[in-house]
């Protein structure tokens, strides 16, 4: 239920559109090779050639030869106009976005602590979606702590309370637990 919205709104956050993302890095280097447009944006060499006389098509980039071997690119008016509108949208989508996911963490995190619940511990790696959790965690007064490495969790844990509580984001870590089989001890899996 959650788990692939937040999969679904992760890929799309680290993953911008690709059209604007050649049109970002297009406004910033007006020399940029396409080797390193398809570099920098994770591309093949044919698809950001193809994006590009695609990007040409709709009058949203002029190319110019600078020489037998290398182009200019310059974003025009209307690309300009464009990379504006999509750079909205996908922050006005991006923070819709967000905010569905710290409704539903919150509501995750209010269903444990209503069970008893009162500590949460967070186990991945400190990432975008770690940054998140983290601020949602603090805005809500919860009481956290991050483990870095659940060996040495065991190995100083001294309380005598059965009920903790794992929030995992990471297929490796969640596999890692529940390896372990432990007693006492809930996982909830946010990226499963």
């Not at 098509?57 to 464009?82: C, D, H, V």
């Amino acid at each position: 239920m959650h788990s692939q919205f937040a999969i679904n709104f992760l890929k799309g956050w680290i993953s911008m559109d690709k059209e604007i993302q050649l049109l970002n890095h297009i406004s910033n280097n007006a020399n940029i090779s396409q080797r390193e447009l398809s570099r920098h944006t994770g591309m093949s060499l044919g698809s950001v050639n193809l994006f590009l006389k695609k990007l040409t098509q709709k009058g949203f980039i002029k190319i110019e030869n600078m020489s037998s071997t290398t182009l200019k690119y310059i974003l025009t008016p209307k690309g300009i106009k464009e990379k504006t509108h999509k750079t909205y949208n996908y922050i006005i989508n991006s923070m819709q976005s967000i905010l569905k996911i710290r409704k539903q963490i919150i509501s995750i995190f209010d269903y444990y602590i209503s069970a008893g619940y009162y500590k949460i511990y967070l186990y991945g790696s400190q990432n975008e979606f770690y940054e998140l959790l983290q601020v949602i965690i603090k805005e809500e007064n919860y009481d956290f702590e991050y483990v870095e490495d659940f060996k040495s969790f065991k190995d100083n844990d001294n309380s005598s309370d059965n009920n903790k509580l794992f929030i995992c984001w990471e297929l490796d870590k969640l596999e890692e637990l529940k390896a372990k089989n432990l007693k006492g001890i809930n996982i909830v899996e946010l990226l499963n």
